[in-house]
Structure formats: C-alpha cells, structure tokens
C-alpha cells in the first residue's frame, strides 16, 4: 500500500521558506515565481486542513509585491501575443487530426466493444497484498525506471500526501512543484478503492514530476516556475505515461477490461478539448481576451466565430474546456503517441520545451502537422478496434 502522509507541516515549512526568502528576490521574474508556488501552496494546505496559514507581509515589500504583480501582468500579455503568433499553426495541428480521431472515436463508441466495457463490474487491486505497488514498480521498470526512483523518494520523504474525505476534487490526485527549493508532493485520497483509475492517476502525477525535475536540469529555474502554469505542453508528458499504463495493463492482463474502459474515458475526455480548442483557434484576434477568463457553451463559440452559421440550433449546449486546459490536453493527445514510438523526437522535444510556443522549433524536430497526425490517427486505429 501506497502510504498517504496527512501531516501538512512540511507544507508549512514550504510556505515558511518562501516567506523569509521574497526579500532575496533579485528581478521581477524570480519575484513572481515566488509569489506563484506560494499561493499555490497556501491554498492546497488550506483545502487539506481548512486552515488558513499564510502571512500578509509578502505582500507588503514593494519590490516584491509591485514587481511580481507587473511581472505576472507582462507574462499573461506576453503569452497572450505567443499564442496569436501561432494562431494558424494551432488550427493546422487540430483540423489535421480531429475529423479523423472523432470517426474513429464515434465508430467505436457505437460498436459492441464499447458496450462490453460496461458489462463487468470494476475491479480493485488489494492495497493490503501490495498489488498497487507491485504493478506501478513493474510499469517504472519497463517504462522509465527514473519514475521508480521518483517514487521511492516521495515516499522517504513522507511527501505523498492524502486528500481528506471531506475534499471534493475534479480529479483524482495532485501534484504541487515547488521551483523555489525544487520540491515536489502529490496528493491522493485518504480513502479510495485502489482501482485502474486510481493507479493511472498516480502515473500522470508522478509524471508530472519528472517532467518538473527533468526541467529544471536541463533548462532553469525561471522556466520551470511557470512552465506547468502556462505552457501549451504542461500535460504533455505525464499523459504519455498515463496512456501507456493502461497499455502496459492491457498486455499483461491486469484487469484488461477496466484498463480498456479507463483508456477509453481518458481518451474521450482529452478528445474533447482538442474539439473545443479548434473552435478557440478559429476565433478571430479580439475575443482572445474574452474567452480565455471567462466560461463558454460550445454554441456560444461558434455564434462568436460565424453569427450566421444556420445549423446553430442543432448543437449541443456542452459548455466548453477551459481554454488554457483545451490546449494543454490537445497537445497531449495529439504529441504522445509519436513520443511512445519515436525516442529520438521524444528527446529533442525534452530539450527545446519552453514556457512559450514556436513553430519553427516544432517543424524543425519534425513535429508539423501532418507527421503528428499520422501517428495520432494510428494510435486511435490501435486503441479502438472494434
């Protein structure tokens, strides 16, 4: 069994580092990177304790608090231009792959196949024999033994922390990357069936924070601060590794059925947000601003981007992704399956990965529409035979 620290000082101890250090900030950059794991810790130690435990004088030194507001407000200008730049490379990669993943998709969603998925009732590993662990080691080996290290040490340092029953969360566990001191801690239930889901969500986690200290080796500090906060590709690599456990579940016959079902959910999911990132690529320039802080249907979106379209009373009033999130999860459906076949590209893209979004260094690790297309369409074609 999995062991879940539900003592939150070493949070504090976090939040306590940070708060004795923001006067050593020396550029506006490291000031709000500061500012960023401490609010992001501050609210993570409050939604597992229900206390409020931070400290109103970060905001009080001038340099700090004026330099990391204005420094967040260039950032979110400067990402909001990157992201106009490469609007028509976004709407290329998307149109290049969807038609044919949603075909695929809708085919097998009407199959047989896919109804069979249903017909068993969930499975769970027994936590007390130490299946959940077993598997996930057996995986680490295969997949990525640097995963298995990542583990192990987490878990030496008592910093897999349990979610209390009390919490409600739109998924099923968490990872907090702190760049100041370059620590990391997830979070999973206190209680919880130890099913695939439960597992897989362990996977993507931990992968996430291997591509956090991956990050910070190869490139900086400053990077890594808000790299998993606003670059396109923040999910990128931990739903690499949470679609090949299902894959690696599948062929070993631990709990096939369940793994294919979860594969499927995941699949179904990210495949929405790339549907609701091609309508945000094709809205025009000045509802950039508008869309991406606010909530919309995908009605909505398409009256934006043609107010005459004739068959709007047919669509589905779905709200959309969040806008940042539909990018993020485009690009994990659409880059991971050539990274699980293609290590040599796997291995350019680790070194050039970047806060912000070019297209030129993509094209030029062969990462252009039509070749990240392919392989996503093979991949749909191996996950979903009916």
Same mark, same amino acid.
């Given at each position: 069994?999995?062991?879940?620290?539900?003592?939150?000082?070493?949070?504090?101890?976090?939040?306590?580092?940070?708060?004795?250090?923001?006067?050593?900030?020396?550029?506006?950059?490291?000031?709000?990177?500061?500012?960023?794991?401490?609010?992001?810790?501050?609210?993570?130690?409050?939604?597992?304790?229900?206390?409020?435990?931070?400290?109103?004088?970060?905001?009080?030194?001038?340099?700090?608090?004026?330099?990391?507001?204005?420094?967040?407000?260039?950032?979110?200008?400067?990402?909001?231009?990157?992201?106009?730049?490469?609007?028509?490379?976004?709407? &290329?990669?998307?149109?290049?792959?969807?038609?044919?993943?949603? &075909?695929?998709?809708?085919?097998?969603?009407?199959?047989?196949?896919?109804?069979?998925?249903?017909?068993?009732?969930?499975?769970?590993?027994? &936590?007390?024999?130490?299946?959940?662990?077993?598997? +996930?080691?057996?995986?680490? +080996?295969?997949?990525?033994?640097?995963?298995?290290?990542?583990?192990?040490?987490?878990?030496?340092?008592?910093?897999?922390?349990?979610?209390?029953?009390?919490?409600?969360?739109?998924?099923?566990?968490?990872?907090?990357?702190?760049?100041?001191?370059?620590?990391?801690?997830?979070?999973?239930?206190?209680?919880?069936?130890?099913?695939?889901?439960?597992?897989?969500?362990?996977?993507?986690?931990?992968?996430?924070?291997?591509?956090?200290?991956?990050?910070?080796?190869?490139?900086?500090?400053?990077?890594?601060?808000?790299?998993?906060?606003?670059?396109?590709?923040?999910?990128?690599?931990?739903?690499?590794?949470?679609?090949?456990?299902?894959?690696? +579940?599948?062929?070993?016959?631990?709990? &096939?059925?369940?793994?294919?079902?979860?594969?499927? +959910?995941?699949?179904?999911?990210?495949?929405?947000?790339?549907?609701?990132?091609?309508?945000?690529?094709?809205?025009?320039?000045?509802?950039?601003?508008?869309?991406?802080?606010?909530?919309?249907?995908?009605?909505?979106?398409?009256?934006?981007?043609?107010?005459?379209?004739?068959?709007?009373?047919?669509?589905?009033?779905?709200?959309?992704?969040?806008?940042?999130?539909?990018?993020?999860?485009?690009?994990?459906?659409?880059?991971?399956?050539?990274?699980?076949?293609?290590?040599?590209?796997?291995?350019?893209?680790?070194?050039?990965?970047?806060?912000?979004?070019?297209?030129?260094?993509?094209?030029?690790?062969?990462?252009?529409?039509?070749?990240?297309?392919?392989?996503?369409?093979?991949?749909?074609?191996?996950?979903?035979?009916?």
């Amino acid at each position: 069994m999995i062991k879940r620290n539900q003592n939150y000082d070493q949070l504090k101890d976090q939040i306590d580092y940070i708060k004795n250090h923001i006067l050593d900030c020396k550029s506006p950059s490291v000031a709000a990177s500061y500012q960023n794991v401490y609010r992001m810790l501050v609210n993570t130690y409050y939604i597992c304790t229900g206390k409020i435990y931070q400290d109103n004088n970060i905001n009080k030194n001038r340099y700090a608090s004026y330099a990391g507001l204005e420094k967040n407000k260039t950032l979110l200008s400067r990402y909001e231009q990157n992201y106009l730049e490469n609007k028509s490379f976004h709407q &290329e990669m998307f149109s290049a792959s969807l038609e044919n993943l949603s &075909e695929i998709w809708n085919s097998y969603f009407e199959s047989d196949a896919y109804l069979k998925l249903y017909a068993s009732h969930q499975k769970h590993f027994d &936590e007390r024999k130490g299946e959940d662990i077993d598997i +996930l080691h057996q995986y680490f +080996l295969e997949k990525d033994k640097t995963l298995l290290e990542i583990l192990k040490d987490l878990q030496k340092q008592n910093a897999i922390y349990a979610f209390p029953d009390t919490v409600y969360l739109p998924k099923r566990a968490l990872a907090i990357l702190n760049s100041v001191e370059n620590k990391a801690s997830i979070f999973i239930p206190k209680n919880t069936g130890c099913d695939t889901s439960y597992l897989a969500s362990i996977v993507h986690e931990l992968g996430h924070v291997l591509d956090f200290y991956d990050l910070v080796q190869r490139q900086s500090n400053k990077i890594s601060g808000t790299y998993f906060t606003k670059s396109i590709f923040a999910e990128v690599l931990s739903t690499e590794y949470q679609m090949d456990f299902y894959d690696f +579940l599948i062929n070993n016959n631990y709990h &096939e059925i369940e793994a294919r079902r979860e594969r499927a +959910l995941t699949y179904n999911s990210y495949l929405d947000s790339l549907e609701d990132a091609s309508l945000y690529a094709c809205l025009p320039d000045e509802y950039y601003s508008l869309v991406k802080n606010n909530t919309f249907t995908r009605k909505e979106l398409i009256s934006l981007i043609d107010p005459e379209y004739e068959g709007l009373e047919d669509i589905e009033d779905m709200i959309a992704s969040n806008f940042n999130e539909s990018l993020e999860y485009s690009y994990s459906i659409l880059l991971h399956p050539i990274f699980s076949n293609d290590k040599k590209i796997k291995d350019q893209f680790m070194t050039i990965r970047h806060n912000y979004f070019d297209k030129e260094v993509m094209t030029s690790i062969a990462l252009t529409p039509e070749n990240v297309a392919e392989k996503a369409i093979e991949k749909a074609h191996t996950y979903f035979k009916t």
